[in-house]
């Protein structure tokens, strides 16, 4: 069965952001402790997944402003999500998190509120064997000042488990080379970088921004880079890996429900030479799993078992990681795979696209 094949496969998670994760009995607690005027059809509204999915931004923000109150609180939502993440074979994940709209709508400042993060990366590991790392993205809807700030807070509140930073938040109208200072001072920081751009179908000269000015370390969707066949060989051929959400709103919103998953671009990027990554990228609001996220790539997209292989290989390839973690989880990671392809069904066999 795929759903069983791929729950049991080793996993890395390079593309997830922590406020997306929430538990909805955890969010219902956060408002019910802070009296906040949030009625439960509210709620019920913000943890729906329709047809036509309306996005999660307000979900972040609302949890921003009204719902997180103290460490305690990112010390509970990040535990949580690496715990959930652990139950679906995850070993490694690098996570989102704004510390601009912690700092700015819930009132802590980033040296209170990374302690508490970086000892709820060490209390899932001791409990769960799953590694954490995090990466501070950028709010593209604040100033490129903030943004500057954040990355001068990062460089000098130094934490081995921060690896670098990341820009997210609606693309439209909010072009990433408006970030470009921000993104120089965290290289010359030494800092890892990734960055969302092509998410909302917007232009591909927003990808080609990344790579070129702001000379990121990987893409985060990156899907409108289909639209210029030849950027789009320069990035197969620069071996620049693509972390991509089956469950991405833009998409569910403009495609017909009947050509959804045939249109999607994730079902082309592979043909087009570009290394590709599942992700969960909101797991609760999306109301995906990482088992569903790769099991999507099979009954949705059509891809293989090798194909799936090669996703793996690209995930390990892209994770900042040292290289000879790398080269024993890759040795791992396949030696896994082979034994796990007897639950691979064979080819007149019906897939089960459950999970």
């Not at 992700?279 to 569903?292: G, I, R, S, Y």
């Not at 949705?300 to 290989?313: A, C, N, Q």
């Amino acid at each position: 069965m795929i759903q069983a094949f791929t729950r049991a496969l080793s996993k890395v998670e390079l593309h997830c952001h922590l406020l997306g994760t929430v538990r909805r009995s955890t969010f219902t607690d956060l408002v019910r402790r802070a009296g906040a005027s949030i009625s439960e059809a509210e709620i019920e509204a913000f943890y729906t997944r329709g047809d036509k999915p309306i996005g999660v931004l307000r979900v972040l923000r609302t949890l921003d402003a009204q719902l997180i109150r103290s460490p305690d609180d990112l010390h509970r939502i990040t535990y949580e999500y690496l715990q959930d993440a652990a139950a679906h074979k995850v070993r490694y994940a690098e996570f989102f998190w704004n510390p601009t709209g912690t700092a700015r709508d819930s009132g802590i400042a980033y040296p209170q509120a990374l302690p508490a993060i970086v000892r709820a990366i060490a209390d899932a590991q001791s409990d769960c064997g799953i590694i954490g790392r995090l990466i501070a993205a950028i709010d593209r809807e604040a100033s490129p000042q903030a943004a500057l700030e954040m990355v001068q807070s990062v460089s000098e509140h130094r934490c081995d488990k921060v690896l670098g930073i990341g820009i997210d938040y609606r693309e439209v109208d909010r072009p990433p080379e408006l970030f470009a200072a921000a993104f120089s001072a965290a290289t010359r920081a030494g800092l890892k970088t990734t960055a969302h751009a092509g998410e909302f179908g917007t232009p591909w000269t927003n990808v080609q921004t990344v790579v070129d000015l702001l000379r990121v370390d990987r893409i985060d969707h990156g899907y409108t880079v289909l639209d210029s066949p030849e950027f789009c060989r320069q990035c197969a051929e620069r071996g620049i890996v693509f972390t991509v959400v089956p469950t991405n709103s833009y998409y569910l919103r403009t495609l017909a429900p009947e050509r959804w998953a045939l249109d999607h671009p994730i079902r082309r990027m592979p043909a087009a030479g570009l290394r590709i990554h599942p992700n969960t990228d909101d797991p609760t609001l999306h109301h995906v799993t990482p088992t569903k996220a790769w099991s999507m790539m099979v009954s949705d997209f059509g891809f293989g078992i090798e194909d799936l292989r090669s996703f793996m290989l690209n995930g390990l390839a892209a994770a900042w990681i040292d290289d000879s973690t790398r080269r024993a989880w890759c040795s791992e990671s396949l030696a896994q795979f082979e034994a796990l392809r007897p639950l691979w069904p064979a080819p007149s066999s019906s897939i089960d696209q459950g999970v």
